[in-house]
């Protein structure tokens, strides 16, 4: 089943049975949501057989003795913040290869021993950009400990360090965030 909501240019007329329309256009939606025109013209961008749909993204939580790798985010979507290594989930991948691809396009490092710890839910609809991820979290070691992380991609991240986990820089970005308000800790067996 479908459902839909109307959007009118004053924001929001919520309905079950009403189609969005966007620059002319109707847009599914499985869910009423409360934002505004604007919002959901950003929102759609992620659309899928016209359904705007969530997307994946696999984090690492690369560990070497006590510390973690962290970078400071230049981008759109958490400005600033300190985030693991991280990236979307492509098509066909699995989510091992994917933490694999994304560390070492971001960081040139070779990582070994993945392992899937938890997934977090994100939705952010009130954001200037609204979006909606689903975050799987892995934990990984070094597959040489001597090598040190180069900053492949200057333009999306300041660099990146090792952190201790019990002394993390703030502030977090949201997946790591979230993890840690659950009482995550990647470095329990
Ligand atoms: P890419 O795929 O560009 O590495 O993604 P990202 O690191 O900018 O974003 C993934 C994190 C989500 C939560 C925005
Ligand atoms: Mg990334």
């Given at each position: 089943?479908?459902?839909?909501?109307k959007f009118s240019s004053s924001g929001l007329t919520d309905s079950l049975s009403s189609?969005?329309?966007i620059e002319g256009?109707?847009?599914r939606l499985r869910h009423p949501v409360q934002t505004d025109t604007k919002s959901m013209v950003e929102q759609t961008q992620n659309?899928?057989?016209g359904i705007a749909a969530p997307r994946v993204v696999v984090v690492v939580c690369l560990l070497k003795g006590k510390k973690v790798l962290l970078g400071r985010r230049r981008s759109s979507i958490g400005d600033s913040k300190f985030s693991l290594p991280s990236g979307h989930l492509e098509f066909g991948e699995s989510f091992e290869e994917c933490a694999a691809r994304e560390l070492k396009e971001e960081t040139d490092l070779d990582i070994k021993n993945i392992e899937l710890l938890t997934v977090t839910n994100h939705v952010f609809l009130e954001e200037t950009k609204p979006c909606?991820?689903?975050a799987i979290v892995t934990r990984a070691v070094l597959a040489d400990e001597d090598q040190e992380p180069r900053n492949?991609?200057?333009?999306?991240?300041?660099?990146?360090?090792w952190y201790e986990w019990d002394n993390l820089p703030k502030p977090l970005f949201?997946?790591?965030?979230?993890?840690?308000?659950t009482g995550f800790n990647p470095f329990r067996p």
């Open positions: 089943m479908k459902f839909w909501t189609p969005l329309y256009e109707a847009v659309m899928q057989n909606h991820y689903v492949m991609e200057p333009n999306m991240c300041d660099g990146w360090d949201w997946p790591l965030e979230k993890a840690v308000q």
